[in-house]
C-alpha cells in the first residue's frame, strides 16, 4: 500500500536523524576519554598589573538571591579600584526598592557597587546586560545569575586566561549544584549538567570544535562581545547566539573543568518544563537565524556541521513527537511498518539509550563521583524525565519558527510557586492515550500470533514513563512554596 511505504520511508529518515544525535553523543564521549586536554595559559601578573574587570549581576525579582549573589561579588578577590560590580536589576519598582534597602551596608568600603535599572525588559537578559555595557569601560566582563555564588578567588583563575591568549573569547567555569540531593529530579538535572560540562563541553575544547558560553559564570573579553555584534535579545538563548557569532568572527573559548561555581537548580517539573522549553526554543531561534551565515561563511565543513549539529540538538523532541506521532496512526489504521524499517526502530532505540546512559555514566566517572549512592536509579530517570518534556519542547520549537512571540520566564528560584496554569495535564492526558492505543495493538498482534509486533511498545516505554512522571509531578506540585536556605559553598 503506497501510504504504508510513504510512512515507512518517513519513519526510516526520522529514525536516522535521532540517530546521528545519538552518534554525536558517543562521539563527544570518545574524544573526552582519548584525547587531551589542551593546557589553558595563565598570565603571570602582580596586583598592580591586574586589569580592570566588570562584574554584570543581571537578576530580576530574585529576592535574596539577588543580594547573596551580590555579597558574593563584593568578596571577589581583586584590586578594588579596578572592579566594578553592576547589579542590574529588571524587576518590578517595588522590588526594586526593596533591593535597594537590602544592599544598604553591603558592600564594604571601597567596593564599586552600583544597582542600575532601566525601565524596561526589552531584550530581557540580553538587553540587560548590553545596558550594563554601556556604562562601563572595562576590557573583561564576568558574568553570574542571580543563582550563583562565586568563590573569592575566581576572577584570579579566569581572567589572566584572557590576559595571555587575546584570542580567547570567554572563559566558562563548569557549574555546580547546591541542592543537587534535594528530590529525584535536581539529582537528575545534577548528572545532566555535569556532562554537559565534563563530556560534552570538555570534549568540544579538546577537540577544537565551538564551545557554547552557559549565560553564567564565564568572564568575557570585551573586545569579542562587541565585535561579535553584542548581546541582542532576538532569541531567548543570548549565550548560544554571540557565542556562534563569535566563532563565526574567528574567537576561541577555554573551559575550566576544575573551577566551580555554585548555583541552584530547578527544584519542580514545572520549574524545570519551563526552563527546558525556554532553552529548547532558544536554540531552535539561533538556528534559524545563524544557520544561514554558518553555511555561507568561509569555515571548514567539518566546523559547520559541528555547529550545525551543536545549534540542533533541539530537533530530538520534535523528531521524537514526529516518529511517536506516525507510528500510533500507523498502529491505529492497521498498517505495520516494513520489516527493516521495525529493525531500524530497534537499532536506533539501543543506540540512544546506551549512548544515553554511557554518556551520563561517563559525566560522573570523570568528576569521580561514580560510587556516589542512587547513581543507577538516578541514571535511569535521567532517560525517562528527559522523554516527558516531548510535548513542551515540541510546542517550543514550533513557536521558534512559526511565530513571532517572546516570552522570556526566568527558572523559578527556591521558595516560588509556578503562576501559571500548567499542572501536568496535557502530559497524562498523553501518557494515558499513548498507553492504551500502544497496549490495545500489543494485544491485537499477539491475539493474531504476530508476536514480534508486540516488540514495538518497547519505543514508547520511556516516552509514556516520562510523560506520567513529569505530569504526575506537576500535578501533585505543593500549594506552598518549599522554603530552602542555600548557603555559598555548601
Known amino acids: 500500500m503506497m501510504l504504508g511505504y510513504i510512512l515507512s520511508f518517513c519513519l ?60 558574593a561579588a563584593c568578596a571577589l578577590d581583586w584590586p578594588r579600584d579596578r572592579l566594578t560590580i553592576q547589579l542590574l536589576d529588571d524587576g518590578t519598582e517595588d522590588n526594586h526598592a526593596a533591593l535597594a534597602a537590602g544592599l544598604v551596608g553591603l558592600a564594604p568600603e571601597g567596593i ?18 548590553a545596558f550594563g555595557l554601556a556604562h562601563c569601560d572595562a576590557p573583561y566582563v564576568a558574568i553570574f545569575d542571580a543563582d550563583f555564588v562565586p568563590a573569592p578567588d575566581f576572577l584570579r583563575r579566569t581572567v589572566p586566561a584572557l590576559v595571555a591568549d587575546n584570542g580567547l573569547a570567554f572563559v566558562q567555569a563548569r557549574w555546580g549544584h547546591n541542592n543537587r540531593n534535594l528530590n529525584w529530579l535536581t539529582r537528575v538535572q545534577g548528572l ?23 549565560g ?53 517539573a514545572a520549574a524545570w518544563r519551563a526552563q527546558q522549553a525556554r532553552w529548547t526554543k532558544g536554540h531552535a531561534q539561533c538556528a534559524r537565524k545563524l544557520l544561514p551565515m554558518v553555511w555561507n561563511s568561509t569555515l571548514p ?88 518534556l516531548i510535548l513542551a519542547n515540541t510546542r517550543a520549537t514550533f513557536e521558534a519558527f512559526f511565530s513571532t512571540r517572546m516570552d522570556f520566564h526566568r527558572t523559578l528560584r527556591a521558595g516560588e510557586i509556578h503562576s501559571g496554569g500548567w499542572r501536568g495535564a496535557p502530559e497524562l492526558l498523553a501518557g494515558a492515550f499513548v498507553a492504551a492505543l500502544v497496549l490495545a495493538d500489543s494485544a491485537k498482534a499477539i491475539n493474531i500470533g504476530n508476536d514480534g509486533a508486540a516488540w514495538s511498545a518497547l519505543f514508547f516505554v520511556f516516552a509514556v514513563s516520562g510523560l506520567v512522571s513529569i505530569g504526575a509531578m506537576g500535578a501533585s506540585g505543593r500549594a506552598e512554596p518549599v522554603r530552602q536556605r542555600i548557603t555559598p559553598g555548601e
Open 216 to 268: 553564567t559564570a564565564g568572564v568575557w573579553n570585551r573586545v569579542a562581545i562587541e565585535n561579535g555584534g553584542g548581546w541582542t535579545g532576538d532569541t531567548l538563548t543570548e549565550d548560544l547566539d554571540l557565542s556562534m557569532r563569535c566563532v563565526l568572527k574567528g574567537w576561541r573559548a577555554a573551559m575550566l573543568p576544575d573551577l566551580v561555581v555554585p548555583g541552584e537548580l530547578p527544584p519542580t
Open 12 to 71: 526510516a529518515v526520522i529514525l536516522i536523524a535521532v540517530s546521528m544525535l545519538s552518534i554525536q553523543l558517543a562521539a563527544l564521549a570518545w574524544v573526552r576519554i582519548f584525547r587531551t586536554a589542551p593546557k589553558v595559559v595563565m598570565a603571570q601578573l602582580c596586583d598592580a598589573a591586574l586589569p580592570h574587570v566588570l562584574v554584570q549581576l543581571p537578576v530580576c525579582n530574585e529576592g535574596y538571591l539577588a543580594l547573596r549573589v551580590a555579597a
Open 301 to 388: 565543513f567539518w566546523k559547520k556541521t559541528a555547529m550545525t549539529l551543536q545549534m540542533c540538538q533541539f530537533a530530538f523532541y520534535t523528531l521524537a513527537f514526529t516518529s511517536a506521532a506516525i507510528s500510533l496512526f500507523m498502529m491505529s489504521v492497521g498498517l505495520p511498518p516494513y520489516p527493516a524499517v521495525a529493525i531500524l526502530g530497534l537499532i536506533v532505540t539501543f543506540l540512544g539509550l546506551s549512548c544515553s546512559v554511557g554518556y551520563l555514566w561517563l559525566g560522573q566517572r570523570v568528576l569521580g563521583q561514580e560510587h556516589e549512592t542512587k547513581l543507577y536509579r538516578a541514571l535511569v530517570l535521567a532517560v525517562v524525565f528527559p522523554s516527558g
Open 192 to 214: 545532566l549538567l555535569d556532562s554537559h560540562f565534563a563530556v560534552e563541553q570538555e570534549a568540544r575544547v579538546r577537540a577544537g570544535l565551538p564551545m557554547s558560553f552557559n
Open 112 to 129: 564599586n557597587l552600583q544597582l542600575l535599572r532601566r525601565g524596561d525588559r526589552k531584550g530581557f537578559k540580553a538587553g540587560n546586560l
